[in-house]
């Protein structure tokens, strides 16, 4: 079995839906590297981007996924690639997660993490 785990910043807030008799959480999630470019003295950043899905009736854990919020995931990714009308390529890289884990701090200063991750720092979602 593949298992991938990345540790990022939410890029919007999670999203809950009834899908049968189950509930699915969708959030995506950038993880970024940055370092410094030999040839202009300048520090780049690459940014990529996931879109996960949590499945499983335990869906509180969405209250706390704010956008900005990091968290470590885990779990089996996924890609997939369609062509659109107007024939350009589009392609997504996912993860289906089996693990959540709150790390605590949003990614922009001046901008405060919700109170119980503020209180419980590193809460892990199963």
Known sequence: MQRLTIIGHLGNDA???????N????????????YI??????KVTN????EVAK????????QHLKK??????????TARAWQKEDGSLVSVLGLNA???RLLGGAKS??????????????????
């Open 15 to 21: 999203e809950v839906k009834d899908v049968g008799q």
């Open 23 to 34: 509930q699915v959480i969708n959030f995506s999630i950038a993880v970024s590297e940055s």
């Open 37 to 42: 470019s030999k040839q202009t003295n300048e």
């Open 47 to 50: 940014t990529t981007w996931y």
């Open 55 to 62: 499945w499983g009736n335990n869906t509180a854990v969405a």
């Open 68 to 77: 900005g919020t990091q968290v470590l995931v885990e779990g089996k990714p």
């Open 98 to 100: 089996f693990e959540i």
């Open 109 to 126: 200063e001046g901008t405060s993490a919700p109170a119980a991750q503020a209180q419980q720092p590193h809460n892990s979602f199963v």
